[in-house]
């Protein structure tokens, strides 16, 4: 029997595909297979736009009545608790055979059940001829309100990459500090306040800061902004992000990129950038090594592009002298 604590279940759309292997392989190490992963390690669903929910295996057993009896002598006493059956890939339990076996999980566990406003949801799932028993933590669909932020740029990242960019920087670690050094009108840092990230932005435009800040403050969260050439900021961070200038409004070219890339180098040792053309090269010559890598097409729009890249600061033996 598997001897992992979480089972996760993803959802995402075809083209999002790569970016979810990306995400998924950043945070547990591993690519999510048909819709699923076992893990050891502990993420909130809700920081990812992918997951959506986390299984904590409370207990599994070969057999359904030896896992009712398991149950039982755990004695669970829970008010406004709520029984959900996890459907998962393979699992051909009918909707009235669900239903029965709900029952059975709710008699034994003791307290009043509340369907609407649960406490906890406790869950059952069969996956190849092992069934489980554990507690349903469900995505956090929230966050799908920045989409109506009241400060927008058509050159934004969508809030599905923005998303993905602060889990994959900061692989699941809300301790980190994070740092998001071009942030426009600040799609990312909704994301990750909206996630309990501490991240700080900083963009060269005083306009995409005050955007940035209107943004912040309509949903009430609170990040420090900073207006400023990246190049002259002096802090120090785990992880930053980078989405780079497009030369669709702003002006850009590989000599710019090099010189953003280079100076958040200097910042943080891990950085995930977002491209529209292959500068590969140009990652690497700024002195960091391309770890992973991924494609994403704009939706019904295959010329556009983006290419996202996690690096991290390749030390040489002169970093040690
Ligand atoms: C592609 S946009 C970022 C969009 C942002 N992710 C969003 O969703 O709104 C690139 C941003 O980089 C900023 N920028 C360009 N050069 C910069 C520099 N040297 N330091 C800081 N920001 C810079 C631009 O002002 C622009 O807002």
Redesign the pocket.
Same mark, same amino acid.
């Given at each position: 029997m598997p001897n992992n604590s979480y089972l996760y279940t993803f959802k995402y759309n075809h083209h999002y595909r790569d970016l979810c292997r990306l995400e998924s392989t950043q945070i547990f190490g591993e690519e999510e297979k048909d819709n699923l992963l076992f893990s050891n390690i502990k993420v909130e669903p809700s920081i990812s736009p992918f997951i959506k929910s986390r299984f904590d295996v409370i207990l599994s057993a070969r057999n359904y009545s030896e896992l009712l009896k398991s149950v039982a002598q755990q004695n669970i006493h829970q008010e406004g608790f709520k029984a959900e059956y996890l459907v998962l890939e393979g699992d051909a339990t009918g909707y009235r055979d669900r239903l029965a076996q709900l029952k059975d999980i709710g008699y034994r566990i003791e307290g009043e059940p509340d369907y609407y406003h649960p406490s906890v949801i406790y869950s059952i799932c069969h996956y190849q001829d092992i069934w489980y028993f554990g507690i349903l933590i469900k995505h956090n669909p929230d966050w799908q309100k920045h989409k109506d932020k009241p400060a927008k740029?058509s *050159? *934004?990242?969508s809030i599905n990459i923005?998303k993905t960019l602060v889990s994959i920087a900061s692989r699941g670690d809300k301790n980190k500090q994070l740092l998001?050094?071009?942030?426009?009108?600040?799609?990312?840092l909704l994301e990750a306040c909206f996630s309990g990230f501490s991240m700080e932005g900083?963009?060269?435009?005083w306009k995409?800061c005050k955007?940035?800040k209107e943004n912040l403050a309509y949903y009430n969260y609170t990040a420090t902004v900073f207006r *400023?050439?990246?190049?002259a900021l002096n802090k120090k961070y785990d992880a930053a992000i980078i989405?780079?200038?497009?030369d669709l409004y702003?002006h850009?070219s590989d000599a710019?990129s090099f010189?953003?890339i280079a100076?958040v180098a200097n910042l943080a040792p891990r950085i995930i950038i977002?491209s529209i053309s292959d500068i590969g090269p140009l990652i690497e010559d700024a002195g960091l090594k391309i770890v992973d890598s991924c494609l994403v097409e704009k939706r019904g729009n295959k010329k556009f592009t983006r290419r996202i890249w996690v690096c991290e600061k390749s030390f040489t033996l002169l970093s040690y002298l």
């Open positions: 740029f *050159s *934004s990242i923005a998001d050094a071009c942030c426009g009108v600040g799609t990312v900083c963009d060269i435009n995409a955007k940035s *400023s050439d990246i190049k989405d780079l200038p497009y702003t850009s710019i010189k953003i100076a977002v």
